[in-house]
């Protein structure tokens, strides 16, 4: 099997695994207005290819956002490690941009911290540098619109 047709084949795989949870779920606690909707966003640049899979969904009226990220380069799966070895400096530079975007909201830093060690490759891959896409929805806001944080590629040489 070719490396892209394994690629879509996860992005088929990991769409049906959430339907099915949601439905398994959505029978017992039968919220008021049960909805499931996925969106996929595809970001080409250069040889790279970013999948971005936004799932919405509810239980008991109270919408989640989930987010999923497939990258590959020339076909080939890759994650946050090809673009830098010292994952720990990024997530140290995100979690800074992140509390000054979010400090209106008063999310602490153990929430930062998680939401970073699950999330550290919602990224697109762009001429400049990373955009790293967040949602309100993975710090606890009631909130699923999307913000982000472009880290220039000099920047994310300059903290490895």
Do not use: W
Not at 72 to 90: C, M, P
């Amino acid at each position: 099997m070719k490396e892209e047709n394994a690629v879509a084949s996860l992005v088929e795989d990991y769409l049906n695994l959430k339907k099915h949870e949601f439905k398994s779920i959505v029978d017992k606690i039968t919220p008021k207005n049960p909805k499931f909707i996925s969106k996929i966003e595809k970001n080409k640049y250069l040889n790279y290819e970013d999948i971005h899979i936004i799932l919405i969904y509810n239980y008991t009226d109270y919408e989640i956002r989930e987010d999923k990220y497939y990258h590959t380069l020339n076909d080939t799966l890759i994650d946050i490690t090809h673009f830098t070895r010292e994952k720990d400096n990024l997530l140290e530079f995100l979690k800074k941009e992140l509390k000054r975007t979010l400090k209106e909201y008063k999310i602490n830093d153990e929430m930062i911290d998680l939401v970073l060690n699950i999330n550290n490759d919602n990224f697109f891959v762009l001429e400049k540098g990373l955009n790293f896409i967040y949602s309100y929805n993975q710090f606890g806001i009631k909130n699923t619109e999307q913000f982000s944080i472009l880290v220039n590629y000099v920047v994310l040489n300059d903290i490895n």
